[in-house]
């Protein structure tokens, strides 16, 4: 049960577009639909602003789209905003009733 | 308007036990799937246990066989009772609801703080 591989940090200049990547493996990212991704502002809980890989629940920005190649899994925040800063947490079933999370992403926006 | 709202949490020492709730409105507990999740101070989200619809559980290796995850219908809440606490369990529990397909959540609670340390 290790965590799913995010990059540590990424940024970008308002209006830019960053994308996050999240790696498993096909056990879990490649193996099942169930991908999820979450905004986490500092002191807050978890936003859930993606789900089974591309779907946004209502009221989240279409700036925020979601995909999946293979084992990898990929947020992009398009047009960034200041209010974009946060950590960000992909998320995949794992098979046997289980659930994987990333070690997140701090997204800077510069 | 669905409201999670999680107590319990505290100052515990190693061995110890304690029980979280989280008392749902705006929906019925009984009808959805509920998690824990959990955070430890300065790092990522860890899954903790899950309760199906129809009360079937299931938990994360780190915590099966210490922690239960339970509901009350009649309070519309959740638990998680959890029992030989660990330095490593320390963390903040948030308590989740499941979206559409239930490995996703779309309500979480403002969490509550449990600290294991002697």
């Known amino acids: 049960q290790s965590a799913l591989t995010q990059p540590p940090s990424a940024s970008g200049s308002p209006g830019q577009s960053v994308t996050i990547s999240c790696t498993g493996t096909?056990?879990?990212?490649?193996?099942?639909?169930?991908v999820s991704w979450y905004q986490q502002h500092p002191g807050k809980a978890p936003k859930l602003m993606i789900y089974?890989?591309?779907k946004r629940p209502s009221g989240v920005p279409d700036r925020f789209s979601g995909s999946k190649s293979g084992n990898t899994a990929s947020l992009t925040v398009s047009g960034l905003q200041a209010e974009d800063e946060a950590d960000y947490y992909c998320s995949s079933y794992e098979g046997s009733n289980s659930l994987l999370f990333g070690g997140g992403t701090k997204l800077t926006v510069l | 308007e669905v409201q999670l709202v999680e107590s319990g949490g505290g100052l515990v020492q190693p061995g110890g036990s304690l029980r979280l709730s989280c008392a749902a409105s705006g929906f019925t507990v009984s009808s959805i799937y509920m998690s824990w999740v959990r955070q430890a101070p300065g790092k990522g989200l860890e899954w903790v246990s899950l309760i199906h619809r129809g009360g079937n559980t299931d938990y994360a290796d780190s915590v099966k066989g210490r922690f239960t995850i339970s509901r009350d219908n009649s309070k519309n809440t959740l638990y998680l009772q959890m029992n030989s606490l660990r330095a490593e369990d320390t963390a903040m529990y948030y308590c989740?609801?499941?979206?559409?397909?239930?490995?996703?959540?779309?309500?979480w609670g403002q969490g509550t703080l449990v600290t294991v340390s002697s």
């Open positions: 089974d890989v591309s």
């Open positions: 989740a609801r499941s979206c559409g397909g239930y490995w996703c959540f779309d309500y």
């Open positions: 096909s056990s879990d990212v490649g193996g099942y639909n169930y």
